[in-house]
């Protein structure tokens, strides 16, 4: 299947970047959707932003112009810059990788997350 392996984040002040990656193992990495999500205490899973396998990206609103996805397929890897960060950012974020089936997703696969802190 794919393993997926978030990096990057940890403690950042309220203004600041920071950039996350996703290493994904797997043979298949062209055929996926992959996405970042990111979840707080007492708040849902909720979406960040995604990106297919021709590079098209999308974004939640409350990080659109800030966020900004990439992949690079000979890596295997997907990105997620991060800039002006708030305070409302810290969450734990999550990679996720789906491919599309006949009738439903045929994989969907997720890391264990890696924390973003935005405090001074």
């Known amino acids: 299947q794919v393993q997926l392996v978030e990096s990057g984040g940890g403690l950042v002040q309220p203004g600041g970047s920071t950039q996350l990656t996703c290493a994904a193992s797997?043979?298949?990495?062209?055929?996926?959707?992959m996405g970042w999500y990111r979840q707080s205490p007492g708040n849902e899973r909720e979406l960040v932003a995604t990106?297919?396998?021709?590079?098209?990206?999308n974004y939640a609103d409350s990080v659109k112009g800030r966020f900004t996805i990439s992949r690079e397929g000979d890596k295997n890897t997907v990105y997620l810059q991060m800039n002006s960060l708030t305070a409302e950012d810290t969450a734990i974020y999550y990679c996720?990788?789906?491919?599309?089936?006949?009738?439903?997703?045929?994989?969907?696969?997720w890391g264990q997350g890696t924390p973003v802190t935005v405090s001074s």
């Open positions: 996720n990788a789906k491919q599309g089936g006949m009738v439903t997703w045929v994989l969907d696969a």
């Open positions: 797997t043979n298949d990495f062209s055929l996926y959707l």
């Open positions: 990106i297919t396998n021709r590079g098209t990206a």
